[in-house]
């Protein structure tokens, strides 16, 4: 079986959406704290995450999560915005929490 042209180009399309998805999930995605209740705020995040998700598919490593935003809501309550990924790169889902929620 021979891959014709247009088969060699729908590869490399692909491979290079991979590849792009791959550098935005892992290089811009990320909260970067900037100040000390910023990273303050992302450690209680990270508790609070680690919390709720502690299954066996984010024990082995299948799916992770990664702070996108940490902040104060209007009503001064802490909030957080995570993304979950399949694979580390692949994004699966957003979340958004009040972090006195307690993670059930």
Known sequence: MKITVKEKLLIVAV????????IKSIYFDPFVPQTESDKQLMS???TFIELKHDG??????????????????????KKV?????????????????DLEEKAN
Not at 15 to 22: D, K, N, R, Y
Not at 81 to 97: N, Q, S, T
Request: aromatic share 16%; charged share 20%.
């Open 81 to 97: 915005h995570y993304r979950k990924y399949v694979a580390v790169i692949f994004p699966f889902g957003d979340e958004y929490w």
């Open 15 to 22: 491979a290079l959406m991979v590849i792009a998805i791959g």
């Open 44 to 46: 209680e995040a990270q």
């Open 56 to 77: 066996s598919l984010y024990q082995s490593g299948i799916m992770k999560t990664r702070i996108i935003k940490v902040g104060f809501g209007e009503d001064g309550t």
